[in-house]
């Protein structure tokens, strides 16, 4: 009850100054308003990067010319390596025996169009027979394309959803004329939609054969090559034969670098992990600076309270109240004034990233570790700044504290 | 004998000038006696009362309560002591301004750690006691003067204290609410308790059976009022 009862004070004087206690807590609402945004979007980026990179990519690795670069001094040397060829790529079906799939793959940007519509900036693939498990494409209607369509160079293509619906609105697509730049083609197939990802529509693209593409498109240039392995445990054995292959087939000698690059999921995540990681710190340093003022303005609140009231600390002393009662009384007045402002953050840090996630790409979540994390830092920064205070009322002499006026 | 006084001292440290507020004072009271401490300003009452309600501990010489030492107890202690025997009626109500009537005459009782229905009950009774019945829900700023200090009657009282201490009971209240305050005053003694007055005013002082005089820090006299001053209610006045 005594518990209740400073509860009870301390909601009440949130309420009877509700500017004041909003300014109050602006640096507590702030510190745990942030945390809960980006704990929440990090969160949500987890989810999605595990859902969706790991999963469609999963076992697959990329042999290419250029690999993973860093720096601009890796890529002056990256270019001068040769191009990865469809040679490369075969060489690789054939000698690689824990691969599964052996995808070549290119791509672009081109400009669709039917009739008079056109569409700007949509994505070119050319892609070698097994791309649909690559690519983690399903076909919603008409027909993959196949290996006779890639022997054949055919003009042929499957387009994404969205370029379905923008070139022929509700009629059927299968079977119809597209000119992909300059180059009369023909839909077989549209695939299943997939959303979002970072923003960049995926079902935004048409997709050729891969020797089509390089007939029409790239004569001249490097493709790179997707493995996928037969399963997680022999990633690294294909990777390894591989990477035997390529180096065998640039006649390089041991110790020599590679001249070519092979990424796999595991890069990107640790690339992904190295950014949300620096994301991370930023945060935990501008909450920090926030929970400080935020704290410092809760104890300055506090000791103004305590300097208010000293009459009404003399009157409970006097009928009995001990050290430890008044104590108590303000502790728990200055966590519930920081738990509210932790609360107030958590909706406001929580609101802001399901309206982010909402009207944005971004996806959010907010997690029950989040919210649990935002109620502890704000009860922390009640307990501790509220103490200085709590403990100088625990302290005035009651003869004195009935005295003051 | 409840309270035994020896020979109490009280000094303050001054700047390097040492003032002694209470300077040898013997004083016994029996249960159940009725006792003003009058005095003017300086006389060194306002010390006596603080130490006899165990808000502040004598320099030297002893103060037994029911036969405790109160000068050797810690802050704690005291504490507990001033919940359970001592019952406080300030000059100024002292009553808190945000709680209501009931949860104001509840608050000794709260850090005597009483259950919360137990609590109520007694509350309430005790108000009821003072008359104050219908007006539980009331804040202070809702009740008149002589009702506030009703209120503050009732807390002194709900932890049935040995000593009821009241400081100025009156000052602040018109001479009609004030007789009223007396009357209750005369009432809780006859009840059973001791009752201390500590005032500065002669017809305050009228009222109690027996009268301490201070001066300088020493008792100046000390007799029983051969013609008590007996306050009755007038009925109507001060429930405005």
Same mark, same amino acid.
């Given at each position: 009850?005594?518990?209740?009862?400073?509860?009870?004070?301390?909601?009440?004087?949130?309420?009877?100054?509700?500017?004041?206690?909003?300014?109050?807590?602006?640096?507590?609402?702030?510190?745990?308003?942030?945390?809960?945004?980006?704990?929440?979007?990090?969160?949500?980026?987890?989810?999605?990067?595990?859902?969706?990179?790991?999963?469609?990519?999963?076992?697959? $690795?990329?042999?290419? #010319?250029?690999?993973?670069?860093?720096?601009?001094?890796?890529?002056?040397?990256?270019?001068?390596?040769?191009?990865?060829?469809?040679?490369?790529?075969?060489?690789?079906?054939?000698?690689?025996?824990?691969?599964?799939?052996?995808?070549?793959?290119?791509?672009?940007?081109?400009?669709?169009?039917?009739?008079?519509?056109?569409? #700007?900036?949509?994505?070119?693939?050319?892609?070698?027979?097994?791309?649909?498990?690559?690519?983690?494409?399903?076909?919603?209607?008409?027909?993959?394309?196949?290996?006779?369509?890639?022997?054949?160079?055919?003009? +042929?293509?499957?387009?994404?959803?969205?370029?379905?619906?923008?070139? $022929?609105? #509700?009629?059927?697509?299968?079977?119809?004329?597209?000119?992909?730049?300059?180059?009369? $083609?023909? +839909?077989?197939?549209?695939?299943?939609?997939?959303?979002?990802?970072?923003?960049?529509?995926?079902?935004?693209?048409?997709?050729?054969?891969?020797?089509?593409?390089?007939?029409?498109?790239?004569?001249?240039?490097?493709?790179?090559?997707?493995?996928?392995?037969?399963?997680?445990?022999?990633?690294?054995?294909?990777?390894?034969?591989?990477?035997?292959?390529?180096?065998?087939?640039?006649?390089?000698?041991?110790?020599?670098?590679?001249?070519?690059?092979?990424?796999?999921?595991?890069?990107?995540?640790?690339?992904?992990?190295?950014?949300?990681?620096?994301?991370?710190?930023?945060?935990?340093?501008?909450?920090?600076?926030?929970?400080? +003022?935020?704290?410092?303005?809760?104890?300055?609140?506090?000791?103004?309270?305590?300097?208010?009231?000293? #009459?009404?600390?003399?009157?409970?002393?006097?009928?009995?109240?001990?050290?430890?009662?008044?104590?108590?009384?303000?502790?728990?007045?200055?966590?519930?004034?920081?738990?509210?402002?932790?609360?107030?953050?958590?909706?406001?840090?929580?609101?802001?990233?399901?309206?982010?996630?909402?009207?944005?790409?971004?996806?959010?979540?907010?997690?029950?570790?989040?919210?649990?994390?935002?109620?502890?830092?704000?009860?922390?920064?009640?307990? $501790?700044?509220?103490?200085?205070?709590?403990?100088?009322?625990?302290?005035?002499?009651?003869?004195?504290?009935?005295?003051?006026? | *004998? &409840?309270?035994?006084?020896?020979?109490?001292?009280?000094?303050?440290?001054?700047?390097?000038?040492?003032?002694?507020? &209470?300077?040898?004072?013997?004083?016994?009271?029996?249960?159940?006696?009725?006792?003003?401490? *009058?005095?003017?300003?300086?006389?060194?009452?306002?010390?006596? *009362?603080?130490?006899?309600?165990?808000?502040?501990?004598?320099?030297?010489?002893?103060?037994?309560?029911?036969?405790?030492?109160?000068?050797?107890?810690?802050?704690?202690?005291?504490?507990?002591?001033?919940?359970?025997?001592?019952?406080?009626?300030? %000059?100024?109500?002292?009553?808190?301004?945000?709680?209501?009537?009931?949860?104001?005459?509840?608050?000794?009782?709260?850090?005597?750690?009483?259950?919360?229905?137990?609590?109520?009950?007694?509350?309430?009774?005790?108000?009821? &006691?003072?008359?104050?019945?219908?007006? *539980?829900?009331?804040?202070?700023?809702?009740?008149?003067?002589?009702?506030? %200090?009703?209120?503050?009657?009732?807390?002194?009282?709900?932890?049935?204290?040995?000593?009821?201490?009241?400081?100025?009971?009156?000052?602040?209240?018109?001479?009609?609410?004030?007789?009223?305050?007396?009357?209750?005053?005369?009432?809780?003694?006859?009840?059973?308790?001791?009752?201390?007055?500590?005032?500065?005013?002669?017809?305050?002082?009228?009222?109690?059976?027996?009268?301490?005089?201070?001066?300088?820090?020493?008792?100046?006299?000390?007799?029983?009022?051969?013609?008590?001053?007996?306050?009755?209610?007038?009925?109507?006045?001060?429930?405005?």
């Amino acid at each position: 009850m005594n518990l209740r009862e400073s509860i009870g004070i301390a909601l009440g004087g949130v309420r009877a100054n509700k500017l004041r206690s909003f300014l109050t807590l602006l640096g507590t609402i702030i510190g745990v308003a942030s945390v809960i945004a980006v704990v929440s979007f990090v969160e949500g980026l987890n989810r999605f990067v595990t859902q969706k990179l790991l999963n469609a990519g999963a076992n697959v $690795f990329v042999v290419d #010319k250029y690999g993973f670069i860093t720096s601009r001094e890796q890529y002056e040397e990256a270019v001068k390596r040769p191009d990865v060829t469809l040679e490369d790529a075969k060489a690789l079906r054939d000698g690689v025996s824990h691969a599964s799939l052996v995808v070549a793959q290119a791509g672009g940007s081109t400009q669709l169009r039917y009739r008079n519509r056109t569409m #700007k900036g949509v994505s070119l693939n050319g892609r070698g027979a097994g791309y649909d498990v690559v690519d983690d494409v399903a076909i919603e209607e008409g027909r993959h394309l196949s290996e006779f369509d890639d022997v054949g160079r055919g003009a +042929v293509c499957v387009i994404g959803p969205e370029v379905a619906e923008e070139l $022929f609105g #509700k009629l059927p697509a299968l079977g119809r004329g597209i000119r992909v730049g300059v180059y009369e $083609f023909q +839909v077989v197939g549209v695939t299943k939609a997939k959303g979002k990802m970072f923003g960049q529509s995926q079902d935004r693209f048409v997709t050729v054969p891969i020797r089509t593409f390089q007939k029409y498109w790239q004569e001249r240039g490097s493709f790179s090559v997707a493995l996928k392995s037969v399963d997680q445990s022999s990633m690294p054995l294909a990777e390894q034969e591989a990477r035997n292959i390529m180096r065998a087939r640039r006649h390089q000698r041991p110790g020599q670098p590679d001249q070519f690059g092979i990424t796999n999921s595991e890069t990107w995540l640790t690339l992904y992990r190295t950014l949300t990681g620096g994301i991370f710190v930023v945060t935990i340093g501008v909450a920090a600076i926030s929970l400080l +003022v935020g704290g410092i303005v809760i104890m300055n609140i506090m000791l103004v309270s305590v300097t208010e009231r000293t #009459k009404e600390i003399g009157v409970r002393k006097a009928l009995g109240a001990r050290r430890r009662d008044i104590l108590t009384q303000f502790l728990v007045e200055s966590t519930t004034l920081s738990l509210s402002g932790g609360i107030i953050g958590i909706m406001l840090g929580g609101g802001l990233a399901l309206v982010v996630g909402a009207v944005s790409p971004l996806p959010a979540a907010l997690s029950v570790p989040a919210v649990l994390l935002g109620i502890l830092m704000s009860t922390c920064v009640g307990v $501790f700044f509220g103490s200085y205070p709590a403990f100088r009322a625990a302290r005035l002499d009651p003869i004195e504290a009935l005295r003051y006026e | *004998m &409840l309270i035994q006084i020896r020979d109490l001292h009280r000094t303050y440290q001054v700047g390097d000038q040492e003032v002694r507020a &209470l300077d040898g004072v013997d004083l016994d009271i029996e249960q159940n006696e009725y006792v003003a401490v *009058m005095g003017p300003s300086g006389s060194g009452k306002s010390t006596l *009362m603080n130490i006899l309600g165990c808000l502040d501990t004598p320099s030297r010489g002893s103060y037994r309560l029911k036969d405790q030492e109160i000068g050797k107890m810690s802050d704690d202690e005291l504490a507990r002591i001033r919940n359970q025997e001592i019952g406080f009626v300030f %000059q100024t109500f002292n009553l808190l301004a945000r709680a209501d009537a009931l949860h104001n005459v509840e608050l000794p009782l709260v850090y005597a750690g009483m259950k919360h229905e137990e609590r109520r009950q007694r509350a309430r009774e005790s108000l009821a &006691l003072v008359g104050l019945a219908d007006r *539980m829900k009331h804040k202070p700023n809702e009740l008149s003067g002589g009702q506030r %200090q009703r209120v503050a009657i009732a807390r002194a009282l709900v932890n049935r204290p040995s000593i009821i201490l009241a400081d100025e009971p009156t000052g602040n209240l018109d001479s009609h609410t004030g007789a009223e305050i007396m009357a209750a005053f005369e009432g809780i003694w006859k009840h059973g308790n001791t009752v201390i007055l500590v005032t500065h005013e002669a017809d305050i002082a009228e009222h109690a059976r027996r009268v301490v005089r201070m001066k300088d820090g020493r008792i100046e006299s000390d007799h029983v009022n051969p013609h008590p001053r007996i306050a009755v209610a007038t009925g109507g006045g001060g429930s405005e």
